[in-house]
């Protein structure tokens, strides 16, 4: 769960920041939040283990260029010491991108919603306009 929220996240400030997607595969508003079918199905049956080094060193690397590498540094940086748990609430406020899928616009009613990437920037590039302290969330 944490390795899904991490990635999800770094997409979200990509896509503010930087004005591109992280990734391409498109977000979907599962029940427990966000979800990157590919990374869920990658590496579900971890659980809540750790991912050994080996599964993570077979992975493609990144073609990223240092925009790119600085933004990943910054989100680990900030967040990499919360526990999935955390990264999960941080996701399911009320106002952000998956809630505004999942609750207001009936993904729970159907499966596998697309969040799309207009309303995870929108929402992103007003926490960045926000003043602080303005309880948006992460």
Do not use: Q
């Not at 997409?11 to 391409?24: F, G, M, R, V, Y």
């Not at 590496?43 to 283990?49: L, V, W």
């Not at 207001?104 to 929108?122: T, V």
């Amino acid at each position: 769960m944490k390795l899904m929220k991490l990635v999800y996240i770094a997409h979200c400030w990509s896509l503010a920041l930087l004005d591109k997607p992280l990734i391409s595969e498109p977000i979907r508003a599962w029940k427990y939040g966000p979800v990157i079918e590919s990374l869920y199905h990658g590496f579900k049956r971890f659980g809540n283990s750790p991912i050994p080094l080996a599964e993570a060193e077979s992975l493609p690397e990144l073609d990223c260029d240092e925009n790119t590498l600085m933004l990943l540094e910054k989100v680990w940086e900030k967040y990499g010491g919360l526990s999935g748990i955390h990264l999960s609430s941080l996701t399911h406020l009320p106002g952000s991108p998956w809630y505004k899928v999942w609750e207001e616009d009936g993904g729970k009613n159907m499966r596998y919603a697309i969040i799309p990437d207009d309303k995870i920037k929108g929402f992103y590039t007003e926490k960045i306009a926000a003043p602080s302290g303005s309880g948006r969330g992460h």
